[in-house]
């Protein structure tokens, strides 16, 4: 049986993890009805591009599908299914955004770095939860 102590820890991580799959879906939401809002928020260029707003889309899409998939998950297995395809996907994330350094403001880069960073963080952290006994 697991102390209060663990099980106060397991519940902080699934509680993050839970409003990370949230805030998945909202994002995506928001996204895939307004990619050029989406994109100049963000700060980048908000004018006319019909293929970056479907490539915004098919972010959008990801973020519906991986942070549904967690919520929806009954089972735990599941649930540690879909943390460790959210920790696959934001690791990429956070890569893909140092990648970018060259070509985007340093701030931009740097929110982009950060929210890829913080979602992989709590995805390893629930990931990490789920291994240990």
Do not use: C, N, Q
């Not at 915004?56 to 549904?68: C, N």
């Not at 009954?74 to 994330?93: F, M, N, P, Q, Y």
């Not at 340093?106 to 789920?130: E, F, N, Y």
Request: proline share 3%; charged share 25%; no cysteine.
């Amino acid at each position: 049986m697991a102390d209060a102590k663990e099980e106060d820890g397991r519940d902080k991580v699934d509680e993050m993890m839970t409003a990370l799959a949230r805030g998945r879906v909202a994002l995506g939401l928001a996204a895939f009805a307004a990619p050029r809002l989406t994109v100049k928020v963000a700060g980048l260029s908000g004018g006319a591009d019909p293929g970056r707003d479907y490539m915004v889309r098919m972010f959008a899409a990801r973020e519906i599908a991986v942070g549904a998939g967690y919520l929806l998950s009954g089972e735990e297995s599941g649930r540690r299914l879909w943390a460790r395809l959210g920790l696959a996907v934001d690791s990429l994330d956070l890569v893909s955004g140092l990648k970018t350094r060259k070509g985007l403001p340093i701030w931009v880069t740097a929110g982009t770095v950060a929210v890829a960073g913080g979602a992989a963080a709590v995805g390893a952290a629930k990931v990490v939860r789920d291994l240990l006994p």
